[in-house]
């Protein structure tokens, strides 16, 4: 048996579209950010899920549930939750072309990117215990899936950085992964 994952990212915020970097901090949804999640939503709606999991970060809560709260269970989980970019959290967006420095050592005041992999990782294993056998959806950030990258496809940290969709803006509606035994 397996867990397989449907991994969603969360609408465009105001942050982003002033080209800061939100972090931890909740983060508001845009009116197009509001309307991507109702589009979601839509544009999955043939799909079957056991459940939705989202970060307790407030973007992340209101896409979910403008998504999908009138058909699944919503589920919040910190694991979830966006890289810590610590005294850069809300910051210009322009330090993420040096992400890798942040990789091993943490932002300042903040976490790196094996925290997050560490922190899916304690999620996954999550997933395998209580999820097995189901189809679960995500709606998250940018750490959480290039861990999952990392964790589920074998990428190392430099590829999953160098092949994210949001350097090219090839978004989909949903990247599937799958938990093996």
Not at 13 to 39: F, I, M
Not at 151 to 174: F, H, N, S, V, Y
């Amino acid at each position: 048996m397996s867990v397989k994952i449907t991994y969603f990212v969360h609408g465009t915020t105001t942050d982003n579209e002033n080209d800061r970097a939100t972090g931890w901090l909740p983060g508001e949804l845009s009116e197009v950010g509001k309307e991507q999640a109702k589009e979601l939503g839509n544009q999955v709606k043939d799909e079957k899920f056991d459940v939705v999991f989202c970060s307790d970060l407030k973007r992340s809560v209101d896409s979910a549930e403008l998504g999908f709260g009138d058909k699944y269970e919503i589920l919040q989980d910190d694991r979830l939750r966006e890289c810590n970019y610590g005294d850069m959290n809300g910051a210009e967006h322009s330090f993420k072309d040096v992400m890798m420095q942040f990789v091993e050592s943490p932002f300042p005041n903040g976490e790196s990117y094996k925290d997050v992999e560490q922190r899916i990782s304690s999620f996954i294993d999550y997933l395998h215990k209580d999820w097995n056998g189901k189809h679960i959806a995500i709606v998250g950030h940018q750490g959480p899936q290039l861990a999952l990258e990392v964790l589920l496809r074998g990428r190392t940290w430099k590829e999953a950085i160098d092949e994210d969709w949001r350097k090219t803006k090839a978004w989909q509606p949903g990247w599937e992964y799958f938990v093996a035994e």
